[in-house]
């Protein structure tokens, strides 16, 4: 009877986790120049199938365009924390979560890139700040009050 051993080296893992989360880096800053430029269009093109399917370009360019009038331009990210999954059959999904000063207001900004022959494709978009609560909740006093 022959025993196999197999091993996996931490080290060819972590240096394969930290090449895809690089192209994930990458992909952020092209996501925010285009979205700083008005490329929603270029944004929307560039998106992981599984987005596209699940979010209709009308619905993304609204929030590309509520994110411009609430937040204004870039002016610096900070990633604080990512994560790499590896699977076979859907690609390498990469998360990135940063905090990121904008023009008008900071938010903590979730990207989610699946990656496939070393090319990120956005998966998942979330935006989170005070400044959405505080605009929901003007909104929603507007509309109570009969202003909107």
């Not at 092209?30 to 560039?46: C, E, P, T, V, W």
């Not at 905090?99 to 956005?122: D, M, P, Q, V």
């Amino acid at each position: 009877m022959r025993h196999v051993a197999l091993a996996c080296n931490p080290f060819t893992f972590w240096g394969d986790a930290t090449a895809q989360r690089d192209a994930a880096e990458t992909a952020t800053e092209r996501f925010h120049l285009k979205l700083d430029l008005n490329q929603f269009d270029s944004i929307y093109q560039a998106t992981d199938p599984d987005f596209r399917h699940a979010s209709p370009k009308k619905d993304t360019d609204v929030l590309w365009r509520m994110v411009q009038t609430r937040f204004g331009s870039l002016q610096s990210d900070t990633l604080l924390g990512w994560n790499v999954n590896f699977t076979p059959a859907n690609g390498t999904v990469v998360n990135l979560v940063y905090r990121t000063t904008f023009s008008k207001n900071i938010a903590t900004e979730t990207f989610t890139w699946r990656i496939r022959n070393g090319k990120a494709a956005l998966l998942g978009y979330n935006i989170n700040s005070p400044a959405l609560l505080r605009a929901m909740m003007d909104e929603k006093s507007a509309t109570e009050t009969g202003k909107n």
